[in-house]
């Protein structure tokens, strides 16, 4: 599992760097799988807590055999 936190948005509705991640190791036989998080949008804090709290959540969902999510927002209400 590869957890991608971005502090941008870019065209959809992920982070580049998670999305760029994502294109670059499809079609990888050994790719991890390749969740995003976006966080410290418009300057928002973001504490050491909140990403710890977001990695505890991707392992677990992950742990129990889910592949496929949507982006996690942190701190950030839409």
Request: hydrophobic share 45%; aromatic share 6%.
């Amino acid at each position: 599992l590869a957890l991608v936190f971005d502090k941008a948005l870019s065209y959809g509705y992920e982070g580049p760097i998670c999305a760029d991640l994502r294109g670059a190791l499809l079609g990888e036989e050994s790719a991890p799988t390749v969740w995003g998080a976006v966080c410290g949008l418009g300057g928002r804090g973001i504490s050491p807590a909140d990403i710890s709290a977001a990695m505890l959540r991707a392992v677990t969902e992950h742990e129990s055999g889910l592949r496929v999510r949507a982006t996690d927002w942190i701190n950030l209400e839409l």
